[in-house]
C-alpha cells in the first residue's frame, strides 16, 4: 500500500539541474551503496522523480560548495543535512575520492549522518553495520527511497523468506506488465544469496521491461552496463523489486 508522509513545508533553493541527474546514470559504484545509486539512478528515469530529486538535493544559496541533502525521518518531517561537496568518509579518503560525483558522495554522507541520528535502518541492515565504521552501505532500497521521497514504493518480496522471485510469478508479471506499457518507472531488482555477475545481495535498475521479447534489461553500477535476460531467468535470480510508477510520485 502506497502511503505520502505528511511533511512540513521547507524553502527549498539551488536545485541541482537536469544536467546533475543525468550524471547519476554514468556514476559508478565503488563502496557497498548500490542501493542508492541505483535508487538515484531509476529516480532520473521518470519526469516526478527528477523532480522529487531537485526538491530533496539542493546547492546551498549562500555557499555553492555545500550541498543540502533533505531526507524524511519516520514522523515524516523533513531534515536538512549539509555537507561539503570536497566532504570524504573519515578512514576512506582514497576511496572516496574515487567517487568523482560529489552529488553522490555528499548523499552517502548525509544518509551516514541521517542513520547515525535515527538509527532506523532494517534490522539485517544494522546487523551487517556490525563489520563497518559507517553506515550508508548496506540498507535496503526501501527504506532509502522512503526516506528520500517520503513516499511508501511499491514492494514485492524484499524482506521474505524466499530465495528468487518464481514464488511471485504472478504479481511479478502483473507488474512487469504495467512496466511494459508505462515506460515511466522507477524500480530496482535485488539479488539475494543468489549471484548475478558475482554478486550476493546486490541492487540492479530496471531499465526496461519487453513483453513480446520475454525480456528485462537490468544494470547494475560498478560496470555501469546494460544486461538484456529472459524474464524466467530474471525471476529465477532475483530476489526482490522495489520501486514507482511515474504517478506514485505525482
Request: hydrophobic share 35%; charged share 30%; proline share 3%.
Amino acid at each position: 500500500m502506497l502511503g505520502r508522509i505528511n511533511a512540513v513545508n521547507t524553502s527549498f533553493r539551488a536545485s541541482i539541474t537536469d544536467k546533475d541527474i543525468d550524471g547519476f546514470e554514468h556514476a559508478k559504484q565503488h563502496f557497498s551503496d548500490c542501493y542508492l545509486m541505483s535508487s538515484l539512478e531509476t529516480l532520473s528515469q521518470t519526469q516526478n522523480g527528477r523532480e522529487v530529486l531537485k526538491k530533496q538535493i539542493q546547492y546551498d544559496d549562500k555557499n555553492p560548495k555545500l550541498i543540502n541533502c533533505y531526507l524524511y525521518n519516520e514522523n515524516g518531517i523533513k531534515e536538512k543535512y549539509t555537507v561539503p561537496t570536497n566532504a570524504v568518509v573519515g578512514k576512506y579518503e582514497k576511496l572516496y575520492r574515487l567517487q568523482p560525483n560529489e552529488i553522490i558522495r555528499s548523499m552517502d554522507i548525509s544518509i551516514d549522518q541521517y542513520e547515525t541520528k535515527h538509527k532506523s535502518k532494517p534490522l539485517i541492515s544494522r546487523i551487517a553495520d556490525t563489520f563497518n565504521d559507517y553506515t550508508f552501505e548496506k540498507n535496503m532500497p526501501s527504506h532509502f527511497m522512503k526516506v528520500l521521497t517520503g513516499v511508501e514504493p511499491r514492494v514485492i518480496a524484499e524482506t521474505d523468506f524466499n530465495l528468487d522471485l518464481n514464488s511471485y510469478r504472478a504479481e511479478v508479471m502483473e507488474l512487469f506488465e504495467r512496466m511494459d506499457k508505462e515506460k515511466e518507472h522507477s524500480f530496482v531488482i535485488g539479488t539475494g544469496v543468489k549471484m548475478l555477475d558475482g554478486r550476493h545481495w546486490h541492487v540492479y535498475v530496471i531499465q526496461d521491461v519487453d513483453l513480446e521479447e520475454g525480456t528485462i534489461t537490468v544494470k547494475e553500477k560498478r560496470g555501469n552496463k546494460p544486461r538484456k535476460m529472459s524474464i524466467d531467468a530474471a525471476l529465477n535470480t532475483f530476489k526482490y523489486i522495489v520501486g514507482y510508477f511515474n504517478s506514485d510520485l505525482g
